[in-house]
């Protein structure tokens, strides 16, 4: 066989799924649920990276009890490469940590982003999901962050205040950068009747004022185990493994693995982050003029 023969039969890049994760609000435990997913799914069999995209808030690394000497920002300054600054997680999870306090992280520029993009273009390890824990709220670098994505799961509690701001947030995200397919996880939920019942009144809305697509992705009941975990700074997957919590993120889990992974160029991981940076060139140009 001659070389350029073997380079044709060589396999191509593993497709890997990009998910954000996000939710209109603070306080709905959506870090809880990145961690739990990403852990649920490592379970499963599946290589898993989980990025802290919370870049001047970071949480994902108090959760797991993490504590990283690196972070992005080191990265971004050539301190370090990023193979450096990924930490071994419970069940085989590899995180890449933010920093907390650094608010320069929170607004990166195309160059930075560019840098973010060479160094996981840089990054050789086989790897089937990316887990984004995305910040909570509106904010631009939300919003680049779940375009970038493939799938869009919405973190919701039965509470009037998280399903107004997921609405929010579905509604910015659709008219303003063209995601028209969510997900929805309601967690919290008192029951599983409950939690559909959210669903239902998020969908109903949407469905009247927005032209996307929603589905229910599961529901989270309330769980005592999880408020345990968090303390014991353990995905409740691993801490409670029989807790209704940790049920429900392994069926999740299975939900996400179903999912197919979509878009020309799925096939590499800095994939991702060149549709971020797409996203900042024209509004940088802009700005310019």
């Known amino acids: 066989m001659t070389a350029h023969e073997r380079s044709r039969s060589r396999p191509g890049p593993r497709p890997v799924q990009v998910l954000a994760v996000t939710s209109g609000k ?5 870090t809880n649920v990145s961690v739990n997913l990403a852990c ?19 949480n994902v690394d108090v959760l797991l009890d993490l ?20 930490l071994q997680g419970p069940r085989g999870v590899r995180v890449v940590p933010a920093a907390s306090g650094v608010r320069r992280l929170a607004a990166l520029s195309d160059a930075e982003y560019a840098g973010i993009i060479q160094a996981f273009s840089a990054l050789e390890m086989p790897l089937d999901t990316l887990v984004v824990d995305t910040p909570a709220g509106i904010s631009d670098n939300v919003a680049h962050f779940c375009r970038a994505a493939q799938e869009v799961l919405v973190v919701v509690c039965d509470e009037p205040t998280s399903i107004t701001d997921a609405y929010a947030l579905v509604k910015v995200l659709s ?10 996880l309601v967690n919290q ?25 929603l589905d229910l992705a599961g529901v989270v009941p309330h769980d005592e185990y999880l408020r345990r975990a968090v303390q014991r700074q353990r995905p409740v997957v691993a801490a409670y493994p029989r807790s209704a919590a940790a049920g429900a993120f392994r069926r999740l889990a299975r939900e996400v693995r179903g999912w197919p992974v979509r878009g020309e160029g799925a096939g590499h991981i800095a994939f991702f982050f060149e549709r971020l940076i797409q996203q900042q060139t024209p509004a940088m140009a802009e700005a310019s003029l």
Do not use: M, W
């Not at 649920?40 to 970071?58: E, F, I, K, R």
């Not at 009144?201 to 004022?209: E, I, S």
């Open 26 to 30: 603070g306080g709905v435990g959506k």
């Open 40 to 58: 649920a799914l490592a379970d499963l069999g599946q290589s898993v990276l989980l990025l802290d995209a919370d870049l001047g808030l970071a």
């Open 67 to 86: 504590h990283p000497r690196y972070h992005l920002g080191h990265v971004l300054a050539g301190e370090v490469d990023l193979e450096a600054v990924i």
């Open 175 to 184: 008219r303003d950068h063209g995601i028209r397919r969510f997900h929805i």
């Open 189 to 213: 939920a008192a029951s599983v009747a409950d939690g559909r019942e959210v669903y239902r009144k998020l969908n109903t809305v949407c469905a009247r004022f927005l032209d996307v697509a």
